[in-house]
């Protein structure tokens, strides 16, 4: 026994130092060269109709647009405007690829996973087709994984591993810590609304965690005053105190799918937004749909918004079980062995394109935003000979769709308990993957920002519960015991 508890004492300082970072270092010169080669294989940056121009507009003019988009990606774009480039808008993002695979790694090893093992949980988003596509494009999506990832890691660097407990209360972030990590969640909400509730979702763990309520409300103060701030600018310009214009028309496509107004039972001023027999193939086809009954009412969609809204809140309270099971349908999209197309004009793929696309050069805005943001502003054509290396470039779909199910799952599993590491990162993750299809609609490009979190939990996890994950480690740690007594 004495021998036992004599192998059991705790490491010396330098022996819990972490180990060299060499494997890492590879691995990130190795991402870094992949995106190198994605520079050189396309001659500018891909820019989406009508998403990368109404972006590209309000960082011109900074005003918060109607609908869709909050204007917090357009900030980012105002700050490289005097550069007049969006090929160096691609490579910053290209840079903050990169980091959000630091900030990963340094997270994990703060947290006493080996070398190998916080290297491993970086693999997707450094490695991933999906991910280095993003970081190229004219779109928001990346900046709300970097702020949110840089949340996280805030809020779960202070972490004692091991020996007596630091402060009062050891694994808690300071006050100013939880105010930080409140405003990046905010800039996060402020560049797409969906990840706005991760603010509720920090303080919920926080409290779980018993943290004093100074650093809960630094946290909430700190992430609602800037969402409050842009509420007031976007009502100055629109007329309502809010953070975008869509969100009521995005809920009701996503009722279109389900909604029997013979059950809703919907009041006369609702009752226009029915189905009326025009069928999509996806909930999010119906906010464009011509046939679709809010497109038939005159003037603008984005000016039912609130009707919208009250149709479709009236449709889930009558249909609870049919809005549960289209969205845990849509959901499941995102774990499929072979890739599935969703809409069925979408072809989704962990490919690196080989051709050209061009603009619809018969829209205004096109020509407006050339001559105010980027003159060179063009279609985007792959390049040889690198497009051709690119396109050899094997990842296949199951690491990006089955696994990520498997990392979630092992995430959840570790995540029981209100104290266990992996819960925030987890519930992250499962958020981020299930409100935008609560909210609208499954589409892959909406799942990329859940995968960073499904790793770190799923890490996390593991590292956290050896005896569970390997069973052999627990037997072989009963045997030793049972010899030296």
């Not at 900046?143 to 402060?167: D, E, N």
């Not at 995102?334 to 619809?360: D, I, K, N, Y």
């Not at 990392?407 to 570790?414: K, N």
């Amino acid at each position: 026994m004495a021998a036992t508890l004599a192998g059991t004492r705790p490491l010396a300082p330098a022996a819990r130092r972490p180990r060299g970072h060499g494997l890492f270092a590879c691995v990130l010169a190795l991402a870094a060269a992949l995106r190198v080669l994605v520079m050189l294989g396309y001659d500018t940056a891909q820019l989406y109709w009508y998403d990368s121009f109404t972006y590209l507009d309000t960082a011109v003019h900074l005003r918060p647009q109607a609908a869709f988009h909050p204007a917090g990606y357009s900030w980012f774009l105002w700050a490289l405007r005097p550069f007049h480039s969006v090929e160096l808008v691609a490579g910053v993002q290209h840079a903050m690829g990169l980091g959000v695979g630091v900030m990963i790694y340094a997270l994990l090893r703060r947290r006493s996973l080996p070398g190998w093992g916080a290297a491993l949980a970086t693999v997707p988003v450094l490695f991933d087709p999906a991910f280095v596509r993003l970081e190229h494009a004219v779109l928001s999506d990346l900046q709300v994984i970097f702020l949110i990832t840089a949340a996280l890691v805030v809020l779960m660097w202070r972490h004692a591993p091991s020996g007596p407990p630091r402060g009062l209360w050891p694994g808690v972030p300071s006050a100013w810590a939880a105010a930080v990590a409140g405003l990046l969640l905010a800039l996060a909400g402020l560049t797409r609304t969906a990840a706005v509730p991760l603010l509720a979702l920090a303080a919920g763990w926080l409290v779980l965690r018993r943290a004093p309520w100074r650093r809960v409300a630094a946290l909430l103060l700190a992430g609602a005053l800037p969402l409050a701030a842009y509420a007031g600018w976007y009502a100055q310009h629109h007329g309502r105190f809010a953070l975008s214009g869509s969100d009521g028309v995005a809920l009701w496509a996503r009722t279109m799918t389900f909604a029997d107004c013979s059950v809703i039972q919907p009041p006369p001023a609702e009752a226009p937004l029915c189905p009326n027999g025009t069928v999509a193939d996806a909930a999010s086809e119906y906010v464009w749909a011509p046939g679709a009954s809010l497109n038939r009412l005159p003037g603008d969609r984005f000016a039912y918004n609130d009707l919208a809204r009250s149709f479709a809140l009236r449709a889930i309270a009558a249909q609870p079980l049919d809005y549960l099971r289209e969205v845990a349908r849509d959901t499941s999209l995102a774990f499929t062995w072979r890739p599935v197309a969703h809409p069925r004009r979408m072809s989704p793929s962990t490919t690196f394109p080989r051709g050209s696309w061009t603009l619809p050069e018969q829209h205004a805005l096109i020509a407006k935003v050339r001559s105010e943001y980027d003159p060179a502003i063009r279609g985007m054509t792959s390049t040889e000979p690198y497009a051709s290396i690119l396109a050899a470039y094997p990842y296949p779909w199951f690491l990006h769709g089955t696994a990520f199910g498997v990392l979630l799952l092992i995430g959840g599993l570790g995540s029981a308990g209100r104290r266990r590491a992996a819960l925030l990162p987890w519930a992250m993750g499962a958020f981020l993957l299930v409100a935008p299809v609560a909210a609208l609609d499954f589409d892959h490009r909406y799942v990329l920002p859940a995968i960073p979190f499904a790793c770190v939990s799923a890490a996390l996890a593991v590292a956290g519960g050896r005896s569970w994950w390997f069973p052999g480690v627990a037997f072989r740690r009963l045997t030793s015991l049972r010899k030296n007594t």
